[in-house]
Protein backbone atom coordinates (compact mmCIF):
# COMPACT_ATOMS: atom_id res chain seq x y z
CA UNK A 1 0.00 0.00 0.00
CA UNK A 2 1.16 3.72 0.77
CA UNK A 3 3.65 4.62 3.71
CA UNK A 4 4.57 7.57 4.68
CA UNK A 5 6.59 9.31 6.57
CA UNK A 6 7.49 13.27 7.75
CA UNK A 7 10.28 15.14 8.17
CA UNK A 8 11.41 18.69 9.59
CA UNK A 9 9.81 19.20 12.12
CA UNK A 10 11.62 20.98 15.28
CA UNK A 11 11.57 24.58 17.45
CA UNK A 12 11.05 27.56 15.77
CA UNK A 13 10.36 31.21 17.50
CA UNK A 14 7.24 32.74 16.57
CA UNK A 15 7.28 34.87 13.12
CA UNK A 16 9.79 31.88 11.50
CA UNK A 17 9.52 29.17 9.31
CA UNK A 18 9.82 25.69 8.59
CA UNK A 19 9.79 23.11 5.71
CA UNK A 20 8.44 19.76 6.48
CA UNK A 21 8.74 16.98 3.97
CA UNK A 22 6.81 14.37 3.32
CA UNK A 23 8.25 11.00 1.86
CA UNK A 24 6.01 8.56 0.18
CA UNK A 25 6.45 4.86 -1.27
CA UNK A 26 3.60 3.31 -3.66
CA UNK A 27 4.19 3.11 -6.94
CA UNK A 28 0.67 5.10 -7.32
CA UNK A 29 2.00 8.09 -5.48
CA UNK A 30 1.47 10.60 -8.09
CA UNK A 31 -2.38 9.78 -8.41
CA UNK A 32 -2.78 10.39 -4.88
CA UNK A 33 -3.80 13.16 -3.11
CA UNK A 34 -1.77 14.37 -1.05
CA UNK A 35 -2.76 16.38 2.59
CA UNK A 36 -1.17 18.14 5.43
CA UNK A 37 -3.23 17.60 8.88
CA UNK A 38 -2.33 18.83 12.52
CA UNK A 39 -2.89 18.02 15.92
CA UNK A 40 -2.26 20.42 18.86
CA UNK A 41 -3.01 19.27 21.94
CA UNK A 42 -6.38 18.57 23.50
CA UNK A 43 -7.85 19.81 20.06
CA UNK A 44 -9.01 17.22 17.55
CA UNK A 45 -7.36 16.52 13.83
CA UNK A 46 -7.36 19.50 11.74
CA UNK A 47 -6.76 20.02 7.93
CA UNK A 48 -4.49 21.99 6.82
CA UNK A 49 -3.46 21.51 3.15
CA UNK A 50 -3.76 19.45 0.18
CA UNK A 51 -2.91 19.10 -3.08
CA UNK A 52 -4.02 16.96 -6.08
CA UNK A 53 -2.31 15.10 -8.74
CA UNK A 54 -3.21 17.00 -11.49
CA UNK A 55 -1.03 20.73 -12.07
CA UNK A 56 -0.43 20.80 -8.57
CA UNK A 57 -3.79 22.55 -7.49
CA UNK A 58 -3.89 23.06 -4.10
CA UNK A 59 -6.34 23.46 -1.34
CA UNK A 60 -5.57 25.72 2.33
CA UNK A 61 -7.00 25.92 5.01
CA UNK A 62 -8.39 29.10 6.06
CA UNK A 63 -6.51 30.10 8.53
CA UNK A 64 -3.41 29.19 6.75
CA UNK A 65 -3.78 30.47 3.35
CA UNK A 66 -1.29 33.33 3.18
CA UNK A 67 1.55 31.67 4.94
CA UNK A 68 2.09 28.02 4.13
CA UNK A 69 2.43 26.66 0.84
CA UNK A 70 2.16 22.60 0.20
CA UNK A 71 3.97 21.26 -2.64
CA UNK A 72 4.96 18.09 -4.48
CA UNK A 73 7.29 16.32 -6.14
CA UNK A 74 5.97 13.06 -8.05
CA UNK A 75 9.52 12.22 -9.06
CA UNK A 76 10.98 11.66 -5.93
CA UNK A 77 7.77 11.13 -4.34
CA UNK A 78 7.22 13.91 -1.92
CA UNK A 79 5.23 16.08 -0.75
CA UNK A 80 6.25 19.44 1.37
CA UNK A 81 4.45 22.01 3.60
CA UNK A 82 6.62 25.58 3.74
CA UNK A 83 5.34 27.13 6.82
CA UNK A 84 5.83 30.80 7.28
CA UNK A 85 5.29 33.65 9.85
CA UNK A 86 4.23 31.24 12.01
CA UNK A 87 2.32 31.53 15.38
CA UNK A 88 2.44 30.17 18.66
CA UNK A 89 -0.98 28.49 17.82
CA UNK A 90 0.61 26.92 14.83
CA UNK A 91 2.23 24.60 17.57
CA UNK A 92 1.04 20.70 16.67
CA UNK A 93 2.13 17.49 15.67
CA UNK A 94 1.69 17.63 11.40
CA UNK A 95 0.50 14.58 9.67
CA UNK A 96 1.23 13.72 5.90
CA UNK A 97 -2.07 11.93 4.40
CA UNK A 98 -2.82 10.50 1.19
CA UNK A 99 -6.12 10.33 -0.62
CA UNK A 100 -6.49 6.94 -3.31
CA UNK A 101 -8.33 7.61 -6.14
CA UNK A 102 -11.32 6.30 -5.37
CA UNK A 103 -11.66 6.81 -2.32
CA UNK A 104 -13.36 9.13 0.11
CA UNK A 105 -11.39 10.00 3.05
CA UNK A 106 -7.63 10.26 3.43
CA UNK A 107 -6.13 6.42 4.44
CA UNK A 108 -2.76 6.55 4.77
CA UNK A 109 -0.70 8.47 7.60
CA UNK A 110 2.70 9.88 8.72
CA UNK A 111 3.50 9.32 12.27
CA UNK A 112 3.77 12.71 12.16
CA UNK A 113 6.75 15.45 13.15
CA UNK A 114 6.33 17.81 16.23
CA UNK A 115 6.06 21.59 15.57
CA UNK A 116 6.32 23.61 18.55
CA UNK A 117 6.21 27.79 17.63
CA UNK A 118 7.61 29.47 20.84
CA UNK A 119 7.37 32.96 21.63
Known amino acids: QVQLVEFGGGLVQAGGSLRLSCAASGRAFSENTMAWFRQAPGREREFVAA????????NYADFVQGRFTISRDNAENTVDLEMNNLKTEDTAVYYCAAKVPGRIVYDYWGQGTQVTVSS
Open 51 to 58: IRWSRGGA
